[in-house]
């Protein structure tokens, strides 16, 4: 499949896009939250992708384009969108879909298709001598397949599920050899070595990993330490070494393990802004001067464990600018429920939603739209999303940069509706102070 982004003639438009997961989803739990109808359309689906042949997989009916992207979402398919439309008007629709690399084995499992003695076949040739695997092998090579379940019951893995079984079984010899070369892989070293996809791990895996090897999977693999980028008037010391947050030109960017162990000297910030999309964050420090007083953080859709943590610490009022579609007032909501206290959204208004450049909502953003505007908890974002669902379209924040100048009126109004500012006094001795909007 090919990605060549949108592309816009005299007065057509046209490319192909990828829909991608952030991260790998089982099957099994996918398809149990569907509907009788959907799960019906998702298993015709995934029967016309097992069987498909050639490399572009099958092209989408439009009563399967919903599913199709919600599969897509979970890591199950590969789905390509096309750009059709005017010039003035381009959209996307789901147009080829295929299975992931890693997903055939799950489907077949799912659709009840897969033959069972060629698969312990296979699996047995894979892990080869695997020293970690050598009772699983044995109880491999010893199960009698009539019975019910696939796994055998003395297993070390935990599941039942043949898939997530076999999956986990290759990782593991994976991870075994490239541990026996002096190296600690990397999680998505070994998805990738193991079941051809480095996003290939799921949650089912994950937790018979452990059960196979007997050892958190956080310890037995390296993994990529995450970026905390933010940028204002904040200062720090780790080990000795006092660090700025005004100090670089653009944007600070610490690992997020260094700021879990900030020492905070002081911050004389007004405010937090998070700011979901990474180029809208460094145009707001472009376009502004907003982060010599507030303390501006780059979100990247759902905050990690670390910008949630110092977020707690600095207990300052808290704003949140994010796309205007149903992930972004997820993302506020979520935002406000891990830090215990209210999270003001910043030009994501209805009024914004269909004065600025839009593009169209798929079925299934439109149904997330839905559940959300009945949501007590979200305040003026359940306007939002009631317009998104009305009118089946969302904003994205790059399309929004010539507000920048109104999203810095809008705080300031905010900050002067507040109580005096709170006075940072060291992390041992903090002095909590309530905001009050008048």
Same mark, same amino acid.
């Given at each position: 499949m090919r990605a060549t982004g949108l592309k816009i003639g005299r007065k057509h438009a046209g490319g192909y896009r990828l829909i991608t997961a952030d991260s790998r989803q089982d099957l099994g739990p996918v398809l149990a939250g569907l509907t009788a109808a959907d799960t019906r359309t998702a298993r015709t689906l995934l029967r016309r992708g097992l069987a498909a042949r050639g490399p572009h997989g099958v092209r989408l009916k439009p009563s399967e384009s919903a599913i199709a992207i919600r599969l897509a979402r979970a890591?199950?398919? $590969?789905? !390509?969108? @096309? +750009?059709v439309g005017t010039a003035a008007q381009p959209h996307w629709i789901p147009w080829r879909a295929r299975l992931a690399l890693d997903a055939e084995v799950e489907v077949k499992e799912a659709l009840g298709v897969f033959d069972a003695e060629a698969e312990r076949r296979e699996l047995i040739a894979a892990v080869g001598d695997a020293e970690a695997l050598g009772e699983e092998?044995?109880?491999? @090579? +010893?199960?009698?397949?009539?019975?019910? $379940?696939r796994v055998p019951p003395a297993s070390k893995a935990g599941t039942r599920s043949w898939s997530v079984y076999a999956a986990t079984m290759r990782c593991v010899a994976e991870w075994q050899e490239l541990r026996a070369s002096g190296v600690k892989p990397s999680s998505r070293e070994v998805a990738a070595r193991a079941l051809g996809s480095s996003k290939a791990w799921t949650p089912a895996r994950r937790k018979a990993f452990e059960s196979l090897i007997g050892r958190s999977f956080d310890e037995a693999m390296n993994h990529t330490e995450p970026v905390v980028k933010f940028r204002g008037p904040i200062r720090w010391q780790v080990n000795g070494r006092i660090g700025d947050g005004l100090s670089s030109g653009l944007w600070i960017g610490l690992p997020a393990s260094t700021v879990n162990g900030l020492e905070i000297i002081d911050c004389s910030a007004? %405010?937090?802004?998070?700011?979901?999309? !990474?180029?809208?964050?460094? !145009?707001?420090l472009r376009r502004s001067g907003l982060s010599e007083r507030v303390l501006c953080v780059y979100g990247g859709g759902f905050l990690g464990e670390a910008e949630i943590a110092l977020l707690r610490r600095l207990h300052l009022p808290t704003f949140a600018w994010a796309d205007l579609d149903p992930k972004g007032i997820e993302i506020v909501r979520n935002i406000a429920k891990r830090i215990g206290h209210p999270v003001t959204p910043i030009l994501?208004?209805? /009024?914004?939603?269909? $004065? $600025?450049p839009s593009r169209p909502a798929s079925p299934e953003d439109v149904a997330l739209a839905e559940s959300l505007s009945n949501d007590g908890l979200l305040?003026?974002?359940?306007?939002? %999303?009631?317009r998104i669902a009305d009118a089946a379209v969302k904003v994205e924040q790059e399309a929004?940069? /010539? @507000?920048?100048?109104?999203?810095v009126d809008v705080i300031d109004r905010q900050l002067t509706r507040m109580s005096a500012p709170k006075i940072w006094t060291g992390d041992r001795e903090i002095t909590h102070v309530e905001y009050q909007v008048d």
């Open positions: 890591g199950v398919l $590969s789905c !390509e969108e @096309r +750009a092998v044995a109880l491999l @090579r +010893a199960h009698d397949l009539t019975l019910a $379940s007004e %405010a937090i802004l998070v700011v979901e999309n !990474e180029k809208t964050f460094e !145009e707001v994501m208004t209805p /009024d914004l939603l269909v $004065s $600025s305040d003026g974002l359940a306007d939002l %999303a009631a929004m940069h /010539d @507000r920048i100048p109104q999203l």
